[in-house]
């Protein structure tokens, strides 16, 4: 079963499973009818430890040496998962050994009387011991069909391992580690490690430890199945998995396999529906697991939440946390026929081994996102699974509260890029490629212009730095700043300027990035009604401004038709010219006409 959902309620959750089950019993009776139509069987496959009749006392043997051992460690787990695993990785080792040495210890003498060219014995070929054949290199004389060799002694061993294992759960209600069987592993939570990412989180339960990383990017960066020709929207989220074998103390390759994949899909899922999809940003969750001992796939939906609230992104609904799910099944000794199960919370690596389930589940207080269930048995009883949906309840909620001590909502001090695009006046230059990548190599922002519209993405501070930069190149005004305008005629409405400088600089200089900062050298002519010259009612602009003189002005917008820009002198906050302006407006009003 594999759900992707916008935190489902659980009920509502049940009730699609009830209806999915009842709805696919009439597609599994035509399959099984065509089956009979065609007369089809099943090609025989290899035979497991328990369906060999010959070697069934392998098993006991198997049991008779290593029971008592398992079950001391599974009553009484050593500190530690290290300190445990090497308890059972001895246990196998000497059974292994002592099994080896009881079925196939026989096989070396053999080979040698029949390679010496001594008289063989018929009993020779094969000695039987405990009614099992054995031969050199495992290969082994058959007894109704059944095979002896070192990988079977294995397997033997292993089943009475989860056979052990079952009887002290079912028995004792204790797990490997000494847990009960709905308690969660130790969980700690932080936030930060990595100061100069733009969000960090590190996740860890019990053995279990996950280091995320989130990156804002631009949102070309985005992936977009439509460009290549498939269907699917665009994908603004992308999360990575990361497995290496140090996380398991093994050496191997480091490149990505269908098992990475896979997991990075299921955290992806987990947290998609969270994050609020904007078309001003790309985000890409990268988790590295740095010790696994089972879910570390639901480790990594924790860190993830934690990892994009840090980096400022807001969780629709709030962080989202995983837990696994297990189970464990035997027959039921006073029902023959019934089965028993246990269901188990936050299972351990060794307990998904030998367990018959794995049930992953993703959510938060409001609902499931996300489920996906891997079962050995050949069928679950939907009781069963509705139990483990329960289960996962409380354990999700424990692990919510550890998360929201390290970080409760989205930082609000977090220094992560930011986008936004602003249309550019067409009186202006049009910006040349050169000057958008020297802009972005010399300041750290990336710009760019796209069907007339600036594009700027970067970090708070340098963007404001960078579009000033851009402007004063392109020669570009910006709405409600300051500049210094002369007068070159006057018309009955208004006067015609040209803008000489900025209100704060010379007419001509360079900047700290190597831009000229200055307008073009032919200036940018502008328009001033008359209604923006003076706060007083005026007959004529000659009562106020004088063709050739400078003033400092304001630019309010552009016309309409003409795309010229528009100033103003009555919004200059202080300027000497603005009371100037006044005195002389007065001493016309107060003179004798």
Known sequence: IELTGHRVP??????????????????LKSLRHFGREVKSQKPP???????????????EAAREECRAEFESVFLNPPNGRNEREKALWDIRLATREALAQRFLGHAEDAEKKSAGGAE????????????????????????????????????????????????????????ADGRTLNQLRP?????GLLPSAHGSALFTRGATQVLTTTTIGHPDLSEFPSRYGFPGETKRVMVTYEFPPYSVNETGKLTPGRRELGHGALTERGIRHAVEMRRDRSLRVHTTTTGSNGSSSMASICAASMALLHAGVDLVGGPVAGVSIGLFSRPDP???????????????????????????????????????LDTKLPGLPLGVLFEALDASEPALSEILDVMSTAISGPRADANVPVYYEEEIDRALDRPHKSLMMELTRKTGVEMRERNGRLQVFGIPEKTEAAREKFYRAVGGLRVDSEYMVTVVSIQEYGAVVHVVAEADGAETDTDESGLASSFQR???EGFM????????????????????????????????????????????????????????TEAQASSPS
Do not use: W
């Not at 659980?10 to 597609?27: M, P, S, V, Y």
């Not at 290899?46 to 392998?58: C, F, Q, V, W, Y």
């Not at 095979?147 to 002290?168: G, N, W």
């Not at 003033?551 to 820009?565: D, H, I, N, S």
């Open 334 to 372: 006073d029902n023959p026929g019934e089965t028993m199960y246990l269901v188990l919370t936050d299972i351990l690596g060794l307990e998904d081994y030998l367990g018959d389930m794995d049930f992953k589940i993703a959510g938060n207080h409001h609902g499931i996102t996300a489920i996906q």
């Open 522 to 524: 032919e200036p940018k």
């Open 45 to 59: 496959g290899p035979k497991t430890i328990t369906e060999a009749p010959s070697i069934d006392n392998l098993v």
């Open 187 to 191: 969980l700690q939570a932080e936030v």
């Open 10 to 27: 659980r009920n509502r959750l049940k009730e699609a499973i009830q209806f999915a089950h009842a709805e696919i019993q009439d597609g």
């Open 120 to 175: 063989k014995d018929p009993g020779d070929d094969a000695e039987r011991k405990d009614g099992v054949c054995a031969e050199k290199d495992g290969v082994c004389a058959e007894e109704d069909g059944g095979h002896v060799t070192e990988a079977v002694i294995a397997q033997a061993v292993s089943e009475v391992e989860s056979q052990v294992l079952r009887e002290c759960v079912f028995t004792h209600k204790r797990r």
């Open 529 to 584: 009604h008359i209604s923006d010259m003076s706060k007083r009612f005026i007959e004529s602009p000659l009562e106020v401004v004088e063709v050739g003189r400078t003033y400092r002005a304001v630019c309010t917008g552009q016309e309409p038709l003409t795309r010229r820009p528009t100033f103003s002198i009555t919004r200059v906050s202080t300027s000497r010219y603005v009371e100037d302006i006044d005195k002389k």
